[in-house]
């Protein structure tokens, strides 16, 4: 902290310009309609066959004096 500190007290550094970035994901599971017949001997070669996942990403950016960009979904 004592760094950014010493860094936020240079007057070329405004207060609008410092931004707090934050990233959140999350793991959407689609399960498929698709059914498998297999023997039992060959069950353990198609457990979770069935799941898409997906993952969704969200970036946001807010400044220091309160001031924010619009989320970036990835």
Request: glycine content about 2%.
């Amino acid at each position: 902290f004592k760094v950014i500190e010493r860094l936020l007290q240079d007057l070329a550094v405004l207060v609008e310009n410092v931004y707090n970035i934050d990233k959140t994901s999350v793991i959407l599971l689609i399960l498929s309609l698709a059914k498998v017949l297999v023997g039992k001997s060959n069950m353990r070669s198609y457990r979770g066959a069935r799941v898409k996942r997906k993952i969704v990403t969200a970036i946001k950016c807010i400044s220091a004096n309160s001031r924010y960009l619009n989320p970036l979904i990835i």
